[in-house]
């Protein structure tokens, strides 16, 4: 009896070591698999979108709200005619000025009402801008030409602006279905078929399969909705019939970009007309160069998951105020940061002070788009009054204190108790001066 009580006893324990053991290796298959993962969820395939474009106006049939905002937005407004909207005019140019070299009626399309405003001329079936422009900040009359040596495109076109036609400069990004044999569009300006598709087939049969949702793509190509346009780079075919493009020519959405474009390459340590030396854009219209060296990039945030371009109350598109928005997903304690008890302990500013705000210290100004005025980066980065010193890249610190300098930045970040040490690099003595 006490040899059979041993005998089940043994079995029971050899059964249980199995057992065991069997669910250790599906625990350690789960967790690999959990490591290898991507940080975002799957997605379903993207539809493949062949039909014929047709245009928003046929989207707002069904889509009437979000149609009625996205029409009251710079998406829908980037070029409009003069004489069908003579509100878009911004400046006065019944008033004398030695940069206005031309008349209102000479403008068949303006550009832009935000920062800056350009005026684009007609000849033939081809635009060509003309060579002064509207700084909408401090409004006055600044010229207009591309220099040398800044733009990749500059030299291959004449050093006249009416030899550098807007179509394969401009126009693929600021209307859809650019042809670049017949330079037809399907309509100007940021339309609904820029970001998803053409709708042809979605309007004849609505479907959930016949047109794109970025929402619904992987978070590359969902980014790539907004860095077709919002990026410096090259297509990767030029020249096209003689002319060289610098828009993504063939991309639509469905396909690719990385199949049509690639981005403005830069060398660190090296200070370009693209880029400062720690490779954060050097002006406007790089938010995608930006975006893509994040660590929100990296993670899976997208483009929309900030805004949202059929438009909102909230400056930039928002989907809400600035710091509300990252709120969101970063708050004291959270895994995101910051690593403070309080607001108050990590920006060591006043509630409700500039200082106060996510972006002043994280998305700086510092991108030019006309004159003295940029605009705010896009790799989230906090870029230390040390990196200045050493790669000349401004700083938010004395961007803001311009009574300040460097040296004083540094010296009180690295008395913040819960500032690293190591990420804030103390400056060599001045000559003459003790450590």
């Known amino acids: 009896m006490r040899d059979l009580h041993h005998s089940v006893t043994h079995r029971l324990f050899a059964v249980g070591c199995v057992a065991l053991a069997a669910a250790l290796v599906l625990m350690a298959r789960a967790s690999a698999a959990r490591l290898d993962a991507p940080a975002t969820p799957e997605f379903a395939q993207a539809p493949t979108v062949q039909g014929a474009y047709v245009g928003s106006s046929a989207c707002r049939r069904c889509h009437l709200a979000t149609y009625e905002r996205w029409a009251k937005t710079r998406m829908a407004n980037v070029v409009r005619d003069p004489k ?14 030695p940069l206005l070299t031309f ?7 303006v550009y832009g009402s935000k920062w800056k405003q350009r005026y684009f001329t007609r000849a033939g079936n081809d635009y060509y801008p003309l060579p002064a422009q509207w700084d909408v900040t401090h409004r006055v009359w600044r010229p207009y030409f591309v220099q040398p040596n800044t733009d990749w495109w500059v030299r291959f076109y004449p050093a006249d602006n009416m030899k550098r036609p807007t179509g394969p ?17 399907t309509e100007w300006n940021v339309g609904c078929e820029r970001c998803h598709g053409p709708g ?15 929402a619904r793509l992987d978070f590359v190509r969902a980014n790539d909705t907004c860095i077709q346009c919002h990026s410096q780079g090259q297509p990767l075919a030029n020249p096209i019939d003689g002319q060289y493009y610098d828009w993504p020519v063939g991309f639509h959405q469905g396909l690719r970009l990385k ?3 690639r981005l403005e390459e830069h060398t660190l340590g090296e200070t370009s007309f693209t880029h400062f030396a720690d490779g954060t854009a050097h002006k406007n219209r790089m938010q995608g160069n930006d975006f893509v060296q994040s660590l929100m990039y990296r993670r899976g945030v997208a483009c929309f998951s900030c805004h949202d371009v059929h438009g909102t109350s909230h400056d930039a598109d928002l989907i809400k105020p600035a710091r509300d ?8 304690g959270s895994p995101n940061g910051p690593r403070a008890a309080t607001f108050e302990q990590h920006t060591h500013h006043a509630p409700g002070s500039p200082g106060s705000q996510c972006i002043a ?15 705010r980066s896009h790799t989230f980065r906090f870029i230390s009054p040390s990196d200045s010193e050493r790669l000349h890249v401004p700083n938010p610190c004395v961007d803001c204190h311009k009574d300040k300098t460097n040296r004083w930045a540094v010296e009180a970040l690295r008395a913040w108790p819960e500032v690293s040490p190591w990420r804030v690099v103390e400056l060599p003595a001045q000559p003459g001066h003790a450590r």
């Open 361 to 375: 210290c994280h998305m700086p100004k510092i991108e030019q788009t006309i004159g003295d005025v940029n605009v």
């Open 259 to 261: 199949d049509f474009w």
């Open 325 to 332: 928005l990252c709120l969101t997903c970063h708050a004291p």
């Open 84 to 97: 069908q909207h003579p509100d878009a005019v911004l400046p006065d140019f019944s008033k004398t000025d």
């Open 200 to 214: 042809g087939d979605h309007v004849r049969q609505p479907s959930v399969v016949n047109i794109l949702n970025p």
């Open 103 to 109: 008349k209102l009626d000479d403008v068949a399309f």
């Open 169 to 185: 400069l401009c126009d693929g990004c600021h209307s859809v279905n650019y042809d670049v044999k017949t330079k037809a569009v």
